[in-house]
Protein backbone atom coordinates (compact mmCIF):
# COMPACT_ATOMS: atom_id res chain seq x y z
CA UNK A 1 0.00 0.00 0.00
CA UNK A 2 1.35 3.70 -0.97
CA UNK A 3 1.65 5.95 2.24
CA UNK A 4 3.70 9.30 2.90
CA UNK A 5 4.61 9.82 6.20
CA UNK A 6 5.97 13.41 7.33
CA UNK A 7 7.03 12.97 10.67
CA UNK A 8 7.84 16.37 11.92
CA UNK A 9 4.40 17.84 12.18
CA UNK A 10 5.87 21.75 13.04
CA UNK A 11 9.25 23.15 13.14
CA UNK A 12 10.44 26.29 14.55
CA UNK A 13 13.67 27.96 13.03
CA UNK A 14 15.00 31.27 13.42
CA UNK A 15 16.19 33.30 10.54
CA UNK A 16 19.21 32.69 8.38
CA UNK A 17 18.80 28.87 9.69
CA UNK A 18 19.06 25.84 7.67
CA UNK A 19 16.13 23.27 8.12
CA UNK A 20 15.55 20.23 6.48
CA UNK A 21 12.22 18.64 5.98
CA UNK A 22 11.83 15.15 5.96
CA UNK A 23 9.62 12.43 3.67
CA UNK A 24 9.37 8.68 3.94
CA UNK A 25 7.52 7.20 1.26
CA UNK A 26 6.13 3.83 0.77
CA UNK A 27 5.50 2.05 -2.52
CA UNK A 28 5.68 -1.30 -4.25
CA UNK A 29 5.34 -0.13 -7.70
CA UNK A 30 8.85 0.51 -9.59
CA UNK A 31 7.75 3.78 -11.23
CA UNK A 32 6.36 6.00 -9.15
CA UNK A 33 6.79 10.23 -8.92
CA UNK A 34 7.22 12.29 -5.92
CA UNK A 35 6.45 16.03 -5.39
CA UNK A 36 6.92 18.95 -2.23
CA UNK A 37 4.03 21.37 -2.29
CA UNK A 38 4.11 24.48 -0.43
CA UNK A 39 0.67 25.95 1.29
CA UNK A 40 1.43 29.37 2.45
CA UNK A 41 -0.81 31.29 4.92
CA UNK A 42 -3.24 32.06 1.40
CA UNK A 43 -3.90 28.91 1.21
CA UNK A 44 -3.16 28.05 -2.27
CA UNK A 45 -1.23 24.84 -2.98
CA UNK A 46 1.91 25.67 -5.08
CA UNK A 47 4.05 23.23 -6.78
CA UNK A 48 7.85 23.04 -5.77
CA UNK A 49 9.45 20.32 -7.74
CA UNK A 50 8.66 16.75 -9.18
CA UNK A 51 11.03 13.61 -9.12
CA UNK A 52 10.23 10.15 -11.20
CA UNK A 53 11.96 7.24 -9.50
CA UNK A 54 14.33 6.69 -11.86
CA UNK A 55 15.83 9.85 -11.27
CA UNK A 56 17.82 9.78 -8.17
CA UNK A 57 20.36 12.98 -9.12
CA UNK A 58 19.77 15.52 -6.29
CA UNK A 59 18.31 19.35 -7.29
CA UNK A 60 19.05 22.46 -6.13
CA UNK A 61 16.96 25.43 -6.73
CA UNK A 62 18.32 28.78 -5.35
CA UNK A 63 17.80 28.27 -1.56
CA UNK A 64 15.89 24.88 -2.12
CA UNK A 65 17.42 21.58 -2.57
CA UNK A 66 16.15 18.05 -2.58
CA UNK A 67 17.97 14.87 -1.78
CA UNK A 68 16.00 11.52 -3.18
CA UNK A 69 17.39 8.51 -1.85
CA UNK A 70 15.81 5.37 -3.48
CA UNK A 71 17.55 2.89 -0.75
CA UNK A 72 15.74 4.09 2.13
CA UNK A 73 12.67 6.09 0.69
CA UNK A 74 13.21 9.01 1.59
CA UNK A 75 12.80 12.62 -0.38
CA UNK A 76 14.43 15.21 1.80
CA UNK A 77 13.62 19.32 1.44
CA UNK A 78 16.46 21.22 2.48
CA UNK A 79 15.64 25.28 2.74
CA UNK A 80 19.24 26.74 3.05
CA UNK A 81 19.37 30.60 4.82
CA UNK A 82 15.65 30.15 5.57
CA UNK A 83 13.72 33.16 5.70
CA UNK A 84 10.16 34.52 6.81
CA UNK A 85 8.46 34.35 3.59
CA UNK A 86 9.19 30.10 3.79
CA UNK A 87 6.85 30.37 6.86
CA UNK A 88 4.38 27.28 5.11
CA UNK A 89 2.91 24.48 5.25
CA UNK A 90 5.50 21.93 3.27
CA UNK A 91 3.59 18.52 1.75
CA UNK A 92 5.15 15.55 0.44
CA UNK A 93 3.25 13.34 -2.38
CA UNK A 94 3.60 10.67 -3.55
CA UNK A 95 1.57 9.21 -7.13
CA UNK A 96 2.27 5.72 -8.48
CA UNK A 97 2.46 4.20 -12.35
CA UNK A 98 3.16 5.97 -15.21
CA UNK A 99 1.21 5.95 -18.36
CA UNK A 100 -0.99 3.17 -18.25
CA UNK A 101 -0.71 2.92 -14.27
CA UNK A 102 -3.97 2.57 -12.56
CA UNK A 103 -3.46 5.76 -10.71
CA UNK A 104 -4.66 8.42 -13.55
CA UNK A 105 -2.28 10.72 -11.73
CA UNK A 106 -3.99 11.06 -8.04
CA UNK A 107 -1.42 12.31 -5.02
CA UNK A 108 -0.86 10.79 -2.13
CA UNK A 109 -0.43 13.44 0.40
CA UNK A 110 1.81 13.45 3.69
CA UNK A 111 0.15 15.18 6.68
CA UNK A 112 2.57 18.25 6.06
CA UNK A 113 4.87 20.05 8.12
CA UNK A 114 4.57 23.47 9.67
CA UNK A 115 7.55 25.52 8.87
CA UNK A 116 7.68 29.07 10.79
CA UNK A 117 10.33 31.35 10.58
CA UNK A 118 10.84 33.91 12.84
CA UNK A 119 12.82 37.29 12.47
CA UNK B 1 -0.57 30.05 -16.87
CA UNK B 2 -2.52 27.41 -15.30
CA UNK B 3 -5.36 28.81 -13.24
CA UNK B 4 -8.02 26.54 -11.37
CA UNK B 5 -10.75 28.97 -9.54
CA UNK B 6 -13.01 28.15 -6.61
CA UNK B 7 -16.59 29.49 -6.33
CA UNK B 8 -16.19 31.04 -2.83
CA UNK B 9 -13.01 31.27 -0.29
CA UNK B 10 -15.09 31.53 2.00
CA UNK B 11 -18.69 29.92 3.14
CA UNK B 12 -21.19 29.48 6.26
CA UNK B 13 -24.38 27.08 5.68
CA UNK B 14 -26.68 25.37 8.04
CA UNK B 15 -27.04 22.10 8.96
CA UNK B 16 -28.88 20.12 6.27
CA UNK B 17 -28.63 22.81 3.51
CA UNK B 18 -27.46 21.46 0.24
CA UNK B 19 -24.12 22.81 -0.64
CA UNK B 20 -22.62 23.17 -4.40
CA UNK B 21 -18.99 24.05 -4.60
CA UNK B 22 -17.96 24.81 -8.22
CA UNK B 23 -14.17 24.54 -9.50
CA UNK B 24 -13.16 25.76 -13.14
CA UNK B 25 -9.56 25.17 -14.75
CA UNK B 26 -8.68 27.26 -17.48
CA UNK B 27 -6.04 24.68 -18.99
CA UNK B 28 -8.01 22.06 -20.72
CA UNK B 29 -7.08 19.34 -18.22
CA UNK B 30 -8.42 15.92 -18.53
CA UNK B 31 -8.45 15.20 -14.31
CA UNK B 32 -9.91 17.35 -12.24
CA UNK B 33 -9.59 16.25 -7.68
CA UNK B 34 -11.84 17.56 -4.84
CA UNK B 35 -9.92 17.07 -1.50
CA UNK B 36 -10.74 17.70 1.66
CA UNK B 37 -8.04 19.75 4.38
CA UNK B 38 -8.11 19.15 8.33
CA UNK B 39 -5.28 19.79 10.51
CA UNK B 40 -3.45 16.99 11.32
CA UNK B 41 -4.61 14.46 8.82
CA UNK B 42 -2.97 16.31 5.49
CA UNK B 43 -5.44 16.38 2.70
CA UNK B 44 -7.92 13.68 1.62
CA UNK B 45 -9.30 12.99 -1.96
CA UNK B 46 -12.67 12.84 -1.72
CA UNK B 47 -13.33 12.25 -5.83
CA UNK B 48 -11.69 12.68 -8.74
CA UNK B 49 -13.00 12.80 -12.37
CA UNK B 50 -10.58 12.10 -15.80
CA UNK B 51 -13.15 12.76 -17.78
CA UNK B 52 -16.17 14.96 -18.78
CA UNK B 53 -19.40 12.43 -16.65
CA UNK B 54 -16.97 10.18 -15.53
CA UNK B 55 -16.24 10.23 -12.12
CA UNK B 56 -14.16 7.76 -9.40
CA UNK B 57 -14.38 8.07 -5.80
CA UNK B 58 -11.62 8.29 -3.39
CA UNK B 59 -10.79 7.50 0.19
CA UNK B 60 -13.72 9.89 1.99
CA UNK B 61 -16.38 9.69 -0.75
CA UNK B 62 -19.15 9.91 2.00
CA UNK B 63 -21.53 12.58 2.58
CA UNK B 64 -20.49 13.99 -0.90
CA UNK B 65 -21.09 13.58 -4.37
CA UNK B 66 -19.86 15.55 -7.99
CA UNK B 67 -20.77 16.20 -10.80
CA UNK B 68 -18.34 16.89 -14.51
CA UNK B 69 -20.90 17.84 -16.87
CA UNK B 70 -17.96 20.01 -19.22
CA UNK B 71 -14.41 19.45 -19.11
CA UNK B 72 -13.65 22.96 -17.29
CA UNK B 73 -15.96 22.25 -14.67
CA UNK B 74 -16.10 20.38 -11.62
CA UNK B 75 -18.97 20.61 -8.69
CA UNK B 76 -18.97 18.94 -4.96
CA UNK B 77 -22.06 18.30 -3.89
CA UNK B 78 -22.95 17.56 -0.18
CA UNK B 79 -26.45 16.52 -0.22
CA UNK B 80 -26.83 17.65 3.45
CA UNK B 81 -24.35 19.35 4.99
CA UNK B 82 -23.08 18.21 8.55
CA UNK B 83 -21.01 19.83 10.85
CA UNK B 84 -18.29 16.98 10.51
CA UNK B 85 -18.30 18.42 6.85
CA UNK B 86 -16.75 21.95 8.39
CA UNK B 87 -13.73 21.96 6.67
CA UNK B 88 -11.25 23.21 3.49
CA UNK B 89 -11.98 21.99 0.54
CA UNK B 90 -9.31 22.09 -2.40
CA UNK B 91 -9.77 21.67 -6.41
CA UNK B 92 -7.34 20.90 -8.35
CA UNK B 93 -6.42 19.45 -11.85
CA UNK B 94 -3.92 17.91 -14.14
CA UNK B 95 -3.01 17.06 -17.98
CA UNK B 96 -3.41 13.63 -18.32
CA UNK B 97 -1.31 11.70 -19.87
CA UNK B 98 1.83 13.14 -19.25
CA UNK B 99 3.30 15.01 -21.83
CA UNK B 100 5.32 14.06 -25.09
CA UNK B 101 8.54 14.08 -22.88
CA UNK B 102 7.39 11.29 -20.78
CA UNK B 103 7.27 14.47 -17.92
CA UNK B 104 5.00 13.60 -15.24
CA UNK B 105 2.05 16.64 -14.69
CA UNK B 106 1.71 18.01 -11.45
CA UNK B 107 -1.32 18.83 -9.85
CA UNK B 108 -2.55 22.40 -10.28
CA UNK B 109 -4.66 23.71 -7.07
CA UNK B 110 -7.32 26.17 -6.71
CA UNK B 111 -7.31 28.95 -3.47
CA UNK B 112 -9.85 26.38 -1.45
CA UNK B 113 -13.27 27.05 -0.18
CA UNK B 114 -13.34 27.14 3.57
CA UNK B 115 -16.66 25.93 4.74
CA UNK B 116 -18.29 26.12 8.04
CA UNK B 117 -21.43 23.88 8.88
CA UNK B 118 -23.11 25.15 11.41
Known amino acids: AQKVTQAQTEISVVEKEDVTLDCVYE???????LFWYKQPPSGELVFLIR??????QNEISGRYSWNFQKSTSSFNFTITASQVVDSAVYFCALSEGGVGGGSQGNLIFGKGTKLSVKP | DVKVTQSSRYLVKRTGEKVFLECVQD?????MFWYRQDPGLGLRLIYF???????EKGDIPEGYSVSREKKERFSLILESASTNQTSMYLC?????????????????FGPGTRLTVL
Open chain 1, 27 to 33: TRDTTYY
Open chain 2, 27 to 31: MDHEN
Open chain 2, 49 to 55: SYDVKMK
Open chain 2, 92 to 108: ASSLWPPDRGGSYNEQF
Open chain 1, 51 to 56: RNSFDE
